[in-house]
């Protein structure tokens, strides 16, 4: 009612604004009318006195002459643009003859002799007028032609013969309607205005009586509690149901002693237990033994404390197979607050975490020994304390495969790789990998140096003692080792360096020391930092670009963009053999600007997307994100912009990380994971990172004609990309043979040798 009544308010202003400026328009006219007349009757007064002597020289002086020009300078010079004429029916000035409109108000006096006004809203003016009747005065030069002066006479024929008090012509006055407009709708928004104050005013006044009253209401519901706690005491169940059951989720509820009272259809059909089944039954009927009973603990102390659980959980179905849920419980109270029953709603996660396991397996695997590989030596190593690392290369393997064939000295492998295991995998503390062609690797965590170099020497005697049977041929082998004690950040590279030299110097067997410092890397460092330093004060840090192919249309839709070092010489040179140099020696942070502004600068004027590098360095980087925010501003290309995130499974503020791609994808720009697949850790990223394109990685790619487990791994990655709606992109798509295999895999781009080399100009 208050807004209908405020309505009607707003309307009836609206009307009384228009008739109030209309009426103000009808005086305003009659204003200009009455100074008008005042002033022609003076003029007319001054001929008639022979003040002014009428001839043909001061003819124009006449107000029925002089009106026109006065008229014209008065609408230019007001606001309203109002026009002041004398008009007539029989003019004998053409610029005083009435238009169609003021021919209607002469009419009009005519018929209606007594009237003194006539007032009418036009097309697109108000038309206001009053009646000019031939006076005595007026004879003398419109009564018979006769007697009115002789240079009139001659020059006019018409307006003769009037008579006294006859209609003459009107003082027209014609006011534009779209001026008028805009003072009532001034008016009217004024008033509108001065209305929703008044609303809001009154409406803030009503919601404090309103709280008010509500304040006494519960006042007043306080003393009438013992007869409505029960109801009370249902609503809020009630309400605590509706913000918990949901058609897509799996919902149970239990009593205090842990015995299910309640459950969806979901929770049936994911479990295979009916409800009758398990109305009654205690919640550990689902747990097995897969829960362990500290999990346990902590889920139950959380949620008696009236706290909320939240978990992963693995669930037993009737039929023993399992099932992975994202669970959450959380206590239901009545209106004091005492615990009555617990609400456990679940989401079903088992295909997500089939294939995160899957993977997993797959990426951290060897396909041929089924040992490790580099990647789950570099992850295990990253948990475990107390390391050291012996490092096993068979001699000359190469000859092996050259002579026998890579069939046969793959079932060497396989073999070696057997034997190498029960050689250390008795001990738990001893774990083999597979981390190249010829190379193993052994982990021992928790092992005195003396155990470990004994073990070293045990393995050497049996490969160097050990023969092998295989395809009816009788191979011997040899092999070299190394073993390092560092830190675990130099475990890999120190022992590798000791094997470098175990080869060169012909020894079974070398123990890392001091001794096998890094002086020559160190001086190999300072003299490639000079050579960046030179590159960048030269301008010899280029960008080359490697197109990004459609696999249907193999059409470019996209390059990336690519660091180099030009020497003094003219050579290129590749990150590999610079950038790590640069990160030590605090030269990386100018090398990102670089590679951001220059690969700006090359799209600007066409219209390919392109990919720039980041690793997760430059992201947490304050200065970097601060420039890469600041390039976007400037450079209006952002929606073309793909950030390709490297090195992504060392992501460890993820908070940061997503603050920077939220702000990036504001600019409209896009983000791409590198070298996916080479872990477990960067697939589960996904789902945080926003990512818009994955990058099969190349190790991936090289090998899946030949490895079924590439193909394996690829297809895992592919059909999780498109549940994602993730564009994936094949990289070192080297030969026509691959990229076939991977369009038929469902990849939509490629980029490798096949399509083209990183090139400093664009294809």
């Known amino acids: 009612m208050f807004l209908i ?8 202003n609206y009307f009384e604004n228009k008739a109030s400026v209309e009426e103000f328009i009808s005086q305003q006219a009659k204003l200009i009318d009455s100074l008008y007349l005042t002033h022609r009757d003076y003029y007319q007064d001054l001929y008639l006195r022979d003040v002014i002597h009428l001839n043909e020289k001061t003819l124009a002086g006449l107000p029925a002459y002089s009106a026109v020009e006065i008229s014209e300078n008065f609408s230019k010079k007001n606001k309203l643009h109002i026009e002041m004429k004398t008009v007539s029916d029989r003019a004998r000035n053409s610029k005083n003859q009435a238009d169609p409109y003021e021919l209607k108000a002469i009419e009009y006096f005519k018929k209606n002799s007594n009237e003194e006004e006539y007032f009418e809203r036009e097309d697109e003016f108000y038309q206001y007028a009053t009646p000019l009747k031939i006076e005595k005065k007026c004879l003398s030069c419109h009564g018979e032609k006769s007697k009115a002066p002789k240079f009139i006479s001659d020059v006019y024929d018409n307006a003769y013969d009037y008579k006294l008090g006859e209609i003459r012509g009107v003082l027209s006055i014609k006011v534009p309607i779209k001026h008028v ?21 009154i409406s803030v006044i009503a919601y404090y009586f309103i709280r008010y009253f509500s304040s006494l209401q519960r006042e007043l519901e306080e003393e009438l509690v013992d007869r409505t706690k029960e109801l009370k005491n249902s609503l809020s169940f009630l309400e605590s149901y509706k913000d918990a059951i949901d058609s897509n989720l799996i919902v149970s509820k239990t009593d205090l002693n842990g015995n299910i009272s309640y459950l969806n259809e979901n929770f049936c059909e994911i479990s295979g ?44 179905k009737k039929d023993g197979s399992f099932y992975w849920v994202d669970a959450t419980i959380a206590p239901i109270t009545d209106a004091s607050g005492e615990i009555k029953e617990y609400i456990s709603i679940r989401h079903d996660v088992t295909e997500l975490i089939e294939q995160k396991n899957k993977l997993e397996l797959l990426a951290n695997t060897d396909s041929l020994t089924k040992l490790g590989n580099r990647n789950a030596l570099k992850q295990e190593s990253a948990n475990a304390k107390n390391l050291s690392l012996i490092l096993v290369n068979i001699d000359s393997f190469s000859q092996i495969n050259d002579f026998y064939g890579h069939e046969l000295g793959d079932n060497v492998l396989v073999e070696f790789a057997k034997k190498l295991k029960e050689l250390c995998e008795a001990k738990d503390n001893l774990k083999v990998y597979r981390v190249s062609g010829d190379e193993f690797a052994i982990l021992a965590s928790g092992m005195q140096a003396h155990s470990v170099v004994q073990k070293a020497q045990t393995i050497v005697k049996f490969i160097n003692s050990h023969t092998y049977q295989v395809q009816g041929e009788t191979i011997e082998l040899s092999a070299t080792l190394s073993i390092s004690f560092e830190e675990k950040e130099n475990l890999h590279v120190t022992a590798d360096m000791a094997l470098k030299i175990a080869r060169r110097e012909a020894k079974d067997l070398i123990v890392y020391d001091k001794s096998m410092s890094l002086d020559d890397e160190y001086e190999n460092n300072m003299l490639w930092t000079k050579r960046i330093k030179d590159a960048i004060k030269n301008d010899r840090i280029a960008l080359y670009y490697q197109p990004i192919v459609d696999n249907n249309t193999l059409k470019i839709n996209k390059y990336e963009s690519l660091i180099r070092l030009i020497d003094e010489h003219g050579n290129v040179i590749t990150p590999y053999f610079f950038l790590d140099i640069a990160k030590k020696a605090k030269l990386y942070k100018q090398l990102t600007k670089i590679v951001v502004q220059k690969s700006f600068e090359m799209f600007r004027e066409n219209d390919f997307d392109f990919s720039i590098n980041l690793s997760i360095d430059d992201i947490l980087d304050k200065e970097i994100s601060e420039y890469i925010l600041e390039m976007l501003a400037i450079y209006n290309i952002s929606s073309r912009v793909i950030f390709e995130i490297v090195e992504s499974e060392s992501i460890e503020n993820f908070y940061e990380i997503q603050k920077f791609i939220k702000k990036v994808k504001l600019f409209g720009c896009r983000i791409a994971i590198d070298d996916f697949g080479t872990g477990y850790s960067n697939f589960e990223y996904l789902m945080r990172l926003e990512a818009d394109f994955i990058k099969i990685d190349g190790s991936i790619i090289k090998e ?12 895992v990655i592919v059909d999780f990309a498109n549940r994602m709606q993730i564009e994936v992109i094949a990289e070192y798509v080297e030969n026509n043979e691959v990229f076939k295999k991977v369009k038929e895999l469902g990849i939509k781009s490629s980029q490798g040798y096949e399509f083209g080399q990183p090139k400093p100009t664009l294809m």
Do not use: M
């Open 5 to 12: 009544i405020a309505l009607a308010r707003v309307t009836v």
């Open 181 to 201: 407009e805009q003072i009532i709708n001034k008016q009217f928004f004024g008033s509108l205005l001065y209305d929703l104050v008044l609303v809001i005013v």
């Open 273 to 316: 237990y009916t409800s009758d089944e398990i109305i009654g039954q205690n919640h550990n009927i689902l747990r097995g033994r897969t829960l362990s009973n500290a999990v346990h603990q902590r889920l139950w102390r959380a949620t008696i404390k009236k706290g909320t659980w939240h978990g992963r959980l693995r669930n037993v």
């Open 704 to 715: 899946i004609v030949h490895n079924k487990n590439s193909e394996i791994i690829t297809k």
